[in-house]
């Protein structure tokens, strides 16, 4: 018999535990990147680093599903906790480019049994009738925890253990609130025999459009500030547009959760890409005009953030169980990968000018919202 349980601590729950993720990665990547190039490392022995850590999430995101059906979400959230805290206090009493290497895998391993898990407990809570403003407080969560990684480093600075004790405390403090719950998650079921990718056959949109979101949200968070220098910023100028990037995707998402709540999701995810697109184009035309061009950022941060929570509302409203695991799996796999190879290839696209970064992340947008489009309003795949 499933204890009672206590749908408003289960959600504090998850969206606790959903920023912990989210501090863990806005932590780790720029600490580690800044003292491995203070050491000397080359930027692609850096590169090489941080894609490593979301090798660990892509890998250990498809075995998260079959681990929730064992041993349960409460169980499975408290490892995962436990780990990040373990993790994190390691990097603390070891250095070194290998040591760290192999800690950034178990980091990243780690990090997807969070993300899944807690992807697929916060949709088996969330009411249909409110999925939409759950969800968005939700995907808020994950971004301030993303943006609230670089500002803690103001506070401990970047060299010694400080900066990877103050993340595994954090991650502890979640703890008591994590066994208050235990239990209360529903149980993760087996739900149908589909593979993780026969799955994300069935909505192919939104499982795109998450891995829009990991190459869109990493490019951005990586080379805003290379941007910003570029345009004759001050370097605290430029650190700050990738601040008003995630606050746009933190403060955007509830008000957009409420809008999906009374339209078609899939409307509203094509019509946010839609003003994605013309936000980040629009900023290199007022790229001299600051105010402007904050604000822009600002609004292209709380779109492109949609592109991550608004299939996630998908995800709930066509599956339950195992299945609504495995696709959240599914959508980790494809976020880490983007995550990987988009500030890559964006960054070779600012070779040729500043301005690139736009305009490949505005291409980027558009290559999956007018394939998505032609798609989806073929009368067989109306939504």
Request: net charge positive; aromatic share 10%; hydrophobic share 55%.
């Amino acid at each position: 018999m499933q204890p009672k349980r206590s749908p408003k601590l289960s959600i504090a729950a998850a969206i606790s535990i959903i920023s912990v993720f989210g501090i863990s990665i806005g932590l780790t990547v720029p600490v580690l990147a800044l003292v491995l190039s203070e050491t000397g490392y080359s930027s692609a022995a850096i590169g090489a680093h941080v894609s490593v850590q979301f090798l660990g999430l892509m890998l250990a995101s498809s075995i998260t599903p079959a681990l929730l059906v064992r041993f349960g979400v409460s169980s499975l959230m408290i490892f995962g906790i436990l780990s990040i805290a373990l993790v994190l206090s390691c990097f603390a009493l070891v250095g070194g480019f290998l040591p760290w290497l192999i800690l950034r895998f178990f980091l990243g391993a780690a990090e997807a049994i969070i993300f899944v898990s807690a992807d697929t407990w916060i949709n088996q809570i969330a009411p249909q009738n409110k999925r939409g403003q759950i969800i968005g407080l939700y995907a808020a969560a994950i971004s301030a925890g993303f943006g609230m990684g670089p500002f803690l480093l103001v506070f401990t600075g970047v060299n010694g253990p400080a900066p990877f004790l103050i993340g595994a405390i954090i991650a502890l403090i979640t703890l008591p609130l994590l066994i208050a719950t235990h239990g209360h998650a529903p149980r993760v079921y087996p739900a149908s025999q589909h593979s993780q990718w026969g799955l994300a056959t069935k909505l192919p949109i939104p499982i795109i459009f998450t891995m829009l979101f990991g190459i869109l949200f990493a490019a951005a968070f990586g080379l805003l500030p290379v941007y910003g220098v570029s345009l004759n910023l001050t370097p605290d100028a430029a650190a700050r547009l990738a601040g008003v990037f995630i606050l746009g995707g933190v403060i955007c998402q509830f008000p957009i959760g409420v809008i999906a709540d009374r339209m078609n999701r899939y409307h509203l995810l094509y019509l946010s890409a839609i003003l994605a697109t013309l936000a980040l184009l629009g900023s290199t035309l007022v790229w001299d005009i600051k105010p402007l061009l904050f604000g822009l950022i600002f609004l292209s941060g709380g779109l492109v953030g949609s592109f991550w929570t608004i299939p996630l509302m998908l995800f709930g409203d066509n599956f339950e169980g195992s299945d609504l695991a495995s696709i959240n799996s599914v959508s980790a796999i494809l976020y880490a990968f983007g995550s990987t190879v988009g500030p890559s290839i964006v960054g070779i696209c600012m070779l040729w000018s500043p301005h690139a970064l736009m305009f490949a992340m505005a291409l980027a947008t558009l290559a999956v919202a007018i394939p998505g489009l032609l798609y989806q309003f073929l009368s067989r795949n109306r939504p």
